[in-house]
């Protein structure tokens, strides 16, 4: 009887373990987390902040199913692998031996580094007990301030504005998320954001943040420009990265995640990575990259648990597809959309690239095979980037009628030959084109079941 061992208890670790139980009905399943909370939605946790979602809509599954799996969950910390042993150290245990040993630790928020950076009342998302910090946080406190610049940056925005705090928002730079937004969506962020009291600075970095009299608790920050805001609260949310202190004195490939192969196995024999902490192959830019999106870490996942097993089930990374929710618009990111993005694939030898957005104006109609997941939006937003023949990537912002059909068109890779020259003719209705073409598309390309 095999012992698999998995190191984590997010989303890679979870559908590993259904992975392996659908192939191996009676091997040993050993989860190790350090999260007492074991595993829940991390994408939800926005939803808690603002109070749209109870803690327990957190828990995908109940649990018993843990125990219909027998999947036995053991809350510690791994401290050293020893793979030629097949040997787990852990901190406060005594050494597992494991067959098959999975790295799915994920990943962790940056770490604010600023003097004061330790004090009571800065924080991160990076769980539910960071949630939980934030919620009695806000609860006391009147004025906040958030850096970064991402999707957390502003989920953090949301919760605290929820919360009733008044909340500063720092950027680097001149406009909200400028690596994935065009300036038409960063604008119709910050507009929405600016209705609801948010108050951002431009071109503002934090330069330390300040302490109350006793020295232990905030009491504002110093930005580098030499201002100085008053608050009880500091968010920072300026990025994530893989938590590799476990392969770190170990001799696993590591480059900015753990290496993998296209079976999700690290260079040591018997022992795979998944999620946040892979740098897993994506054949769209051919190289190795790091991916932390929920759906990407349940796929790995399942794909690892198989090949634990004895499979042999390549991975192969999908298309970016990416849903959130940007100052209460819903988003749908779908390919390569940054602003910029014609210009890299034109480097790689397509020439024939070009960026088409329509706004308020476009029809937005019923398709098969679609769901409109919202409706009635203030804002709806339509932005696709054009390749030679194919669609490289789109942005849908508002109603959603049009994202299942665009990510289907753009991971067929179908020939638009046809409609090119419509779609960029000047004032071209985008979302009727794209809809009269598809529901002729999908007639012949139906989806595998």
Known sequence: MRRYVILGSGAAGFAAAEAIRSQDHHGEILMISED???YYSRPGLAYLLTGELPEEMLYPVREDYFKRLG?????GRAARINHHNHRLFLESAAPLIYDRLLIATGAMAIPLKAPGADLQGVFKLDSLQDARAIHQLARKSRTAI???GGITALELVEGLTAHKVKVHYFLR???????????TESIVVETRLKE????????????AVLSDRKGKSVAGVRTKDGETIRCEMVGSAIGVRPRLELVAASDLLVDRGVLVDEYLRTNAEDVFAAGDVAQVYDPLLGERILDSLWTPARQQG????????????AYIKGVPYNVTRLAGLTTTIIGMVGPGRGQAYGEKGDLDVQGI???DSETWRQLPNAIAAQSGFDVNRLRILLGAQTLLGALVMGDQTLSQPLERLITAQADISPIRSRLLAANAPLADILAEYYTSWSASHVPLQ
Do not use: K
């Open 146 to 148: 958030v850096v970064g």
């Open 357 to 359: 957005a329509r706004g």
């Open 36 to 38: 007492h909370y074991g």
């Open 71 to 75: 999947i036995q969950r053991i809350q």
């Open 196 to 207: 609801h009291g948010v108050l951002i600075h431009y071109r503002t970095e934090l330069d």
């Open 302 to 313: 399942y794909t690892a648990g198989l090949n634990m097993t004895g499979c042999q089930q």
């Open 173 to 183: 730079g001149d406009r909200y998320w400028n690596s994935v937004l065009d300036e």
